[in-house]
Protein backbone atom coordinates (compact mmCIF):
# COMPACT_ATOMS: atom_id res chain seq x y z
CA UNK A 1 0.00 0.00 0.00
CA UNK A 2 0.98 3.51 -0.42
CA UNK A 3 1.95 5.87 2.13
CA UNK A 4 -0.63 7.71 1.83
CA UNK A 5 -3.34 5.44 1.60
CA UNK A 6 -2.04 3.71 5.03
CA UNK A 7 -2.24 7.00 6.85
CA UNK A 8 -5.81 7.78 5.98
CA UNK A 9 -6.47 4.24 7.23
CA UNK A 10 -4.57 4.73 10.41
CA UNK A 11 -6.20 7.60 11.09
CA UNK A 12 -9.73 6.38 10.67
CA UNK A 13 -8.97 3.34 13.33
CA UNK A 14 -7.48 5.54 15.86
CA UNK A 15 -10.60 8.17 16.16
CA UNK A 16 -12.78 4.69 15.46
CA UNK A 17 -11.39 2.65 17.61
CA UNK A 18 -10.26 5.07 20.14
CA UNK A 19 -14.08 6.11 20.65
CA UNK A 20 -15.49 2.72 21.77
CA UNK A 21 -14.14 3.06 25.13
CA UNK A 22 -15.61 6.56 25.70
CA UNK A 23 -19.04 5.65 24.71
CA UNK A 24 -19.67 3.00 26.69
CA UNK A 25 -18.30 5.24 29.71
CA UNK A 26 -20.47 7.80 29.02
CA UNK A 27 -23.53 5.81 28.63
CA UNK A 28 -22.85 4.76 32.32
CA UNK A 29 -22.59 8.19 33.53
CA UNK A 30 -25.57 9.17 31.81
CA UNK A 31 -27.30 6.33 32.72
CA UNK A 32 -26.12 6.36 36.32
CA UNK A 33 -27.40 10.05 36.19
CA UNK A 34 -30.56 9.84 35.48
CA UNK A 35 -31.15 6.82 37.44
CA UNK A 36 -29.99 9.13 40.52
CA UNK A 37 -32.85 11.79 39.26
CA UNK A 38 -35.46 9.19 38.73
CA UNK A 39 -34.66 8.70 42.67
CA UNK A 40 -34.41 11.75 43.82
CA UNK A 41 -36.22 14.98 41.20
CA UNK A 42 -35.24 17.26 43.76
CA UNK A 43 -31.61 16.59 43.28
CA UNK A 44 -30.83 16.62 39.27
CA UNK A 45 -29.57 20.68 39.70
CA UNK A 46 -26.75 19.09 41.79
CA UNK A 47 -26.25 16.13 39.83
CA UNK A 48 -26.23 17.68 36.14
CA UNK A 49 -22.94 19.76 36.53
CA UNK A 50 -21.40 16.62 38.15
CA UNK A 51 -22.95 14.25 35.27
CA UNK A 52 -20.99 16.89 32.42
CA UNK A 53 -17.81 17.17 33.93
CA UNK A 54 -17.57 13.62 34.96
CA UNK A 55 -18.80 12.70 31.01
CA UNK A 56 -16.17 14.95 30.19
CA UNK A 57 -13.22 13.03 31.88
CA UNK A 58 -14.20 9.72 30.19
CA UNK A 59 -14.04 11.90 27.09
CA UNK A 60 -10.71 12.60 27.22
CA UNK A 61 -9.16 9.25 26.02
CA UNK A 62 -11.64 9.52 23.04
CA UNK A 63 -10.13 13.31 22.53
CA UNK A 64 -6.35 11.69 22.59
CA UNK A 65 -7.28 9.30 20.14
CA UNK A 66 -8.70 12.38 18.06
CA UNK A 67 -5.45 13.65 18.61
CA UNK A 68 -3.40 11.15 16.96
CA UNK A 69 -5.81 10.76 14.34
CA UNK A 70 -5.37 14.73 13.51
CA UNK A 71 -1.66 14.09 14.09
CA UNK A 72 -1.26 11.37 11.47
CA UNK A 73 -3.50 13.51 8.88
CA UNK A 74 -1.75 16.64 8.84
CA UNK A 75 2.10 16.71 11.45
CA UNK A 76 3.36 13.34 9.61
CA UNK B 1 -11.12 20.01 -1.76
CA UNK B 2 -11.70 20.89 2.11
CA UNK B 3 -9.49 23.59 3.64
CA UNK B 4 -8.82 22.36 6.94
CA UNK B 5 -5.75 23.50 8.86
CA UNK B 6 -4.49 22.97 12.45
CA UNK B 7 -3.12 26.17 13.01
CA UNK B 8 -4.69 29.47 12.66
CA UNK B 9 -3.37 31.50 9.45
CA UNK B 10 -1.72 35.12 9.78
CA UNK B 11 -4.13 38.04 9.08
CA UNK B 12 -0.96 40.81 8.65
CA UNK B 13 2.47 41.29 10.17
CA UNK B 14 2.62 43.99 13.01
CA UNK B 15 6.06 44.91 13.73
CA UNK B 16 7.18 41.28 12.70
CA UNK B 17 4.30 39.75 15.00
CA UNK B 18 1.95 37.68 13.32
CA UNK B 19 -1.45 38.84 13.99
CA UNK B 20 -3.28 35.35 13.21
CA UNK B 21 -7.43 35.75 12.61
CA UNK B 22 -7.99 34.12 16.29
CA UNK B 23 -6.01 36.26 17.55
CA UNK B 24 -7.90 38.87 16.44
CA UNK B 25 -10.89 37.56 17.51
CA UNK B 26 -9.55 36.99 20.88
CA UNK B 27 -9.05 40.79 21.46
CA UNK B 28 -12.60 41.96 19.72
CA UNK B 29 -14.42 39.48 21.99
CA UNK B 30 -12.08 40.22 25.22
CA UNK B 31 -12.86 44.16 24.44
CA UNK B 32 -16.55 43.56 24.15
CA UNK B 33 -17.01 41.47 27.22
CA UNK B 34 -15.21 44.19 29.25
CA UNK B 35 -17.14 47.11 28.30
CA UNK B 36 -20.30 44.81 28.74
CA UNK B 37 -19.78 44.08 31.93
CA UNK B 38 -17.09 47.15 33.76
CA UNK B 39 -20.10 49.19 32.16
CA UNK B 40 -22.95 46.99 33.67
CA UNK B 41 -20.93 47.03 36.94
CA UNK B 42 -20.45 51.12 36.56
CA UNK B 43 -24.09 51.95 36.60
CA UNK B 44 -25.59 49.53 38.81
CA UNK B 45 -29.46 50.59 39.57
CA UNK B 46 -32.04 49.01 42.01
CA UNK B 47 -34.24 48.38 39.34
CA UNK B 48 -32.85 46.15 36.75
CA UNK B 49 -32.46 46.80 33.06
CA UNK B 50 -32.44 43.37 31.06
CA UNK B 51 -28.65 43.29 30.62
CA UNK B 52 -28.08 44.17 34.01
CA UNK B 53 -30.75 41.11 34.70
CA UNK B 54 -29.11 38.97 32.93
CA UNK B 55 -25.84 39.67 34.06
CA UNK B 56 -27.14 39.36 37.73
CA UNK B 57 -28.75 36.02 37.53
CA UNK B 58 -25.28 34.86 35.53
CA UNK B 59 -22.66 36.01 38.86
CA UNK B 60 -24.80 35.17 40.87
CA UNK B 61 -25.96 31.41 39.81
CA UNK B 62 -22.46 30.60 39.20
CA UNK B 63 -21.18 32.29 42.76
CA UNK B 64 -23.73 29.58 44.34
CA UNK B 65 -22.24 27.01 42.30
CA UNK B 66 -18.50 27.73 42.99
CA UNK B 67 -19.73 27.87 46.74
CA UNK B 68 -21.26 24.33 46.42
CA UNK B 69 -18.15 23.30 44.69
CA UNK B 70 -15.49 24.37 47.26
CA UNK B 71 -17.76 24.30 50.40
CA UNK B 72 -16.10 27.92 51.84
CA UNK B 73 -17.20 31.45 51.03
CA UNK B 74 -12.97 32.16 51.96
CA UNK B 75 -12.30 30.18 49.20
CA UNK B 76 -14.66 30.82 46.78
CA UNK B 77 -13.88 34.60 46.98
CA UNK B 78 -10.35 33.91 45.90
CA UNK B 79 -11.11 31.62 43.17
CA UNK B 80 -14.52 33.06 41.56
CA UNK B 81 -12.99 35.39 39.84
CA UNK B 82 -10.53 33.43 37.61
CA UNK B 83 -12.95 30.59 37.01
CA UNK B 84 -15.84 32.53 35.95
CA UNK B 85 -13.68 35.06 33.89
CA UNK B 86 -12.51 31.52 32.19
CA UNK B 87 -16.16 30.61 31.67
CA UNK B 88 -17.33 33.81 30.18
CA UNK B 89 -14.45 33.94 27.81
CA UNK B 90 -14.50 30.43 26.36
CA UNK B 91 -18.40 30.89 26.67
CA UNK B 92 -18.10 34.00 24.52
CA UNK B 93 -15.66 32.81 21.68
CA UNK B 94 -17.21 29.31 21.51
CA UNK B 95 -21.15 31.03 21.27
CA UNK B 96 -19.85 33.93 18.50
CA UNK B 97 -18.91 30.81 15.74
CA UNK B 98 -22.47 30.72 15.45
CA UNK B 99 -23.39 33.95 14.15
CA UNK B 100 -24.31 33.04 10.50
CA UNK B 101 -22.41 34.12 7.30
CA UNK B 102 -19.03 34.61 8.83
CA UNK B 103 -17.06 32.36 6.63
CA UNK B 104 -18.25 33.97 3.97
CA UNK B 105 -15.82 36.95 5.27
CA UNK B 106 -12.08 36.19 3.66
CA UNK B 107 -8.64 38.02 3.18
CA UNK B 108 -6.71 37.99 -0.14
CA UNK B 109 -3.34 36.76 0.97
CA UNK B 110 0.32 35.58 -0.94
CA UNK B 111 -0.78 32.32 0.73
CA UNK B 112 -4.43 31.97 -0.86
CA UNK B 113 -7.61 33.06 0.62
CA UNK B 114 -7.69 33.05 4.40
CA UNK B 115 -10.61 33.25 6.32
CA UNK B 116 -11.07 36.82 8.71
CA UNK B 117 -12.80 34.21 11.69
CA UNK B 118 -11.74 31.19 12.64
CA UNK B 119 -13.48 29.54 16.20
CA UNK B 120 -11.14 31.15 18.68
CA UNK B 121 -11.10 28.19 20.71
CA UNK B 122 -9.19 26.27 17.73
CA UNK B 123 -6.31 27.84 18.66
CA UNK B 124 -3.95 25.78 20.20
CA UNK B 125 -2.02 28.45 21.57
CA UNK B 126 -4.65 29.88 23.67
CA UNK B 127 -5.85 27.01 25.44
CA UNK B 128 -2.50 25.99 26.12
CA UNK B 129 -1.88 29.41 27.85
CA UNK B 130 -5.18 29.39 29.56
CA UNK B 131 -4.60 25.87 30.73
CA UNK B 132 -1.01 26.46 32.08
CA UNK B 133 -2.69 29.31 34.16
CA UNK B 134 -5.50 27.06 35.44
CA UNK B 135 -1.95 24.25 36.52
CA UNK B 136 0.28 26.86 37.83
CA UNK B 137 -2.58 28.23 40.18
CA UNK B 138 -2.82 24.81 41.11
CA UNK B 139 0.65 24.34 42.23
CA UNK B 140 1.01 27.33 43.90
CA UNK B 141 -2.39 26.77 45.69
CA UNK B 142 -0.90 23.42 46.78
CA UNK B 143 2.38 25.02 48.05
CA UNK B 144 1.03 26.89 50.08
CA UNK B 145 -1.41 25.05 51.84
CA UNK B 146 0.59 22.07 52.35
CA UNK B 147 4.16 23.90 52.44
CA UNK B 148 6.88 23.72 50.03
CA UNK B 149 8.21 20.04 52.36
CA UNK B 150 4.51 18.68 51.77
CA UNK B 151 4.04 19.68 48.38
CA UNK B 152 7.49 17.84 47.42
CA UNK B 153 6.66 14.93 49.73
CA UNK B 154 3.40 14.41 47.75
CA UNK B 155 5.82 13.29 44.81
CA UNK B 156 8.47 11.54 46.67
CA UNK B 157 6.69 10.22 49.03
CA UNK B 158 9.37 7.83 51.89
CA UNK B 159 6.86 7.35 54.45
CA UNK B 160 6.28 3.70 53.70
CA UNK B 161 10.27 3.43 54.15
CA UNK B 162 10.37 5.67 57.23
CA UNK B 163 8.25 3.87 58.85
CA UNK B 164 10.13 0.26 58.26
CA UNK B 165 13.49 1.77 59.34
CA UNK B 166 11.47 3.37 62.37
CA UNK B 167 9.97 -0.26 63.56
CA UNK B 168 13.92 -1.73 62.77
CA UNK B 169 14.95 0.52 65.20
CA UNK B 170 12.29 -0.54 67.60
CA UNK B 171 13.63 -4.07 67.29
CA UNK B 172 10.68 -5.15 65.05
CA UNK B 173 11.07 -6.69 61.57
CA UNK B 174 8.23 -5.72 59.50
CA UNK B 175 8.63 -6.80 55.73
CA UNK B 176 5.26 -5.55 54.55
CA UNK B 177 6.20 -1.99 55.18
CA UNK B 178 9.04 -2.29 52.88
CA UNK B 179 5.76 -3.01 49.75
CA UNK B 180 4.21 -0.19 51.17
CA UNK B 181 7.40 2.57 51.01
CA UNK B 182 7.72 0.83 47.10
CA UNK B 183 3.88 1.23 46.37
CA UNK B 184 4.15 5.11 48.11
CA UNK B 185 7.18 5.79 46.08
CA UNK B 186 5.09 4.58 42.81
CA UNK B 187 2.38 6.26 43.65
CA UNK B 188 3.82 9.33 43.94
CA UNK B 189 5.78 9.10 40.78
CA UNK B 190 2.52 8.39 39.37
CA UNK B 191 0.79 11.90 40.54
CA UNK B 192 3.81 13.91 39.11
CA UNK B 193 3.06 12.02 36.07
CA UNK B 194 -0.41 12.92 36.69
CA UNK B 195 0.15 16.56 36.88
CA UNK B 196 1.13 16.59 33.09
CA UNK B 197 -1.59 14.71 31.97
CA UNK B 198 -3.60 17.18 33.49
CA UNK B 199 -2.23 19.76 31.30
CA UNK B 200 -2.47 17.59 28.13
CA UNK B 201 -5.82 15.71 28.72
CA UNK B 202 -7.96 19.71 29.67
CA UNK B 203 -5.91 21.45 26.77
CA UNK B 204 -7.03 19.07 24.12
CA UNK B 205 -10.29 18.36 25.49
CA UNK B 206 -11.86 21.82 24.49
CA UNK B 207 -9.47 22.13 21.44
CA UNK B 208 -10.51 18.48 20.24
CA UNK B 209 -14.39 19.40 20.81
CA UNK B 210 -14.15 22.47 18.99
CA UNK B 211 -12.14 22.01 16.66
CA UNK B 212 -13.70 18.24 15.93
CA UNK B 213 -17.45 20.46 15.68
CA UNK B 214 -15.69 22.98 13.13
CA UNK B 215 -14.29 20.64 10.99
CA UNK B 216 -17.83 18.05 10.89
CA UNK B 217 -19.46 20.79 9.89
CA UNK B 218 -17.47 21.80 7.00
CA UNK B 219 -17.38 18.38 5.89
CA UNK B 220 -21.06 17.75 6.17
CA UNK B 221 -21.10 21.10 4.13
CA UNK B 222 -19.21 19.82 1.44
CA UNK B 223 -20.83 16.86 1.12
CA UNK B 224 -24.74 18.14 1.48
CA UNK B 225 -25.59 21.71 1.84
CA UNK B 226 -28.62 22.44 2.79
CA UNK B 227 -30.91 20.68 6.01
CA UNK B 228 -27.51 17.88 6.56
CA UNK B 229 -25.65 19.86 8.03
CA UNK B 230 -28.48 21.50 10.99
CA UNK B 231 -28.18 18.03 13.39
CA UNK B 232 -24.14 18.24 13.50
CA UNK B 233 -24.57 21.88 14.17
CA UNK B 234 -27.15 21.45 16.86
CA UNK B 235 -24.37 19.28 18.58
CA UNK B 236 -21.60 21.65 18.20
CA UNK B 237 -23.69 24.31 19.92
CA UNK B 238 -24.37 21.64 22.63
CA UNK B 239 -20.54 21.10 22.71
CA UNK B 240 -19.78 24.63 22.47
CA UNK B 241 -21.30 25.99 25.64
CA UNK B 242 -20.56 22.22 27.62
CA UNK B 243 -16.97 22.72 27.11
CA UNK B 244 -16.98 26.25 28.48
CA UNK B 245 -18.63 24.44 31.77
CA UNK B 246 -16.16 21.63 31.29
CA UNK B 247 -12.94 23.53 31.46
CA UNK B 248 -13.88 25.81 33.94
CA UNK B 249 -15.28 23.39 36.39
CA UNK B 250 -12.14 20.84 36.01
CA UNK B 251 -9.95 23.82 36.95
CA UNK B 252 -11.73 24.80 39.82
CA UNK B 253 -11.90 20.86 40.74
CA UNK B 254 -8.09 21.04 40.25
CA UNK B 255 -8.04 24.00 42.48
CA UNK B 256 -10.17 22.86 44.90
CA UNK B 257 -8.57 19.88 45.42
CA UNK B 258 -5.19 21.22 46.04
CA UNK B 259 -6.52 23.37 48.86
CA UNK B 260 -7.78 20.34 50.65
CA UNK B 261 -5.90 19.26 53.37
CA UNK B 262 -6.21 15.61 53.92
CA UNK B 263 -7.34 14.17 56.73
CA UNK B 264 -4.12 11.92 57.31
CA UNK B 265 -2.23 14.93 57.52
CA UNK B 266 -4.63 16.70 59.64
CA UNK B 267 -4.43 13.47 61.84
CA UNK B 268 -0.39 14.13 61.66
CA UNK B 269 -0.61 17.88 62.78
CA UNK B 270 -3.02 17.18 65.53
CA UNK B 271 0.07 14.10 67.19
CA UNK B 272 2.86 16.92 66.45
Known amino acids: MEVEAVKLLAA ?47 ESTAIYALVVALLILFAF | MLDISLAPRALFYLAGFPVTNTFLWTVVISVIIMVLFVGVARRMRNVPGTTQNIIEVLV ?40 PGQSALTVERAGGVIPLFRAVMSDYGLIFVMTILGILTVQIVAIAVHGPFGYLGKFINLKGFKDFFKNIFQGKFKPNLIGQGFLDLFLGVMGFVGEFAKIISLSFRLFGNIFASEVITAVMLFLAPFIVPLPFKFLGLLTAIVQAFVFAVLTLIYITMASEIEEDELAEE ?3
Open chain 1, 12 to 58: GLAAGLGAIGPGIGEGLVAGHALAAIGRNPEASGKIMPFMFATMAVA
Open chain 2, 60 to 99: EGSYDFVNSVTGSEKKTRRIFPFVFTLFVFILACNLVMFF
Open chain 2, 270 to 272: ATM
